[in-house]
């Protein structure tokens, strides 16, 4: 690494299965994240809650704690 970067929690959207499987044991496809982030999901208070995310060179970028924040709404 070098020096003056920093370590983020930032996973490419096609990693998100994997980090929700290790988190949750729930399998999800990679085109479901894109949905969460473009149409959202509506959590048991039947609100609708979107997966946070950011674009950078072309390509979906979320965070670990986006997806664990994510997940924690849908229970609300």
């Not at 983020?8 to 990693?15: A, P």
């Not at 496809?29 to 950011?54: C, D, F, M, P, Q």
Request: net charge positive; aromatic share 14%; hydrophobic share 35%.
């Amino acid at each position: 690494m070098r020096p003056g970067r920093q370590v983020t929690d930032r996973l490419i959207f096609s990693d998100v299965p994997a980090y929700i499987l290790s988190t949750t044991g729930v399998v999800r496809h990679k085109w479901t994240i894109y949905h969460w982030r473009k149409n959202g999901l509506l959590s048991y208070s039947n609100r609708r809650v979107k997966l946070k995310a950011e674009k950078i060179c072309r390509q979906w970028f979320t965070r670990k704690s986006w997806v664990d924040e994510f997940i924690r709404e849908l229970e609300l």
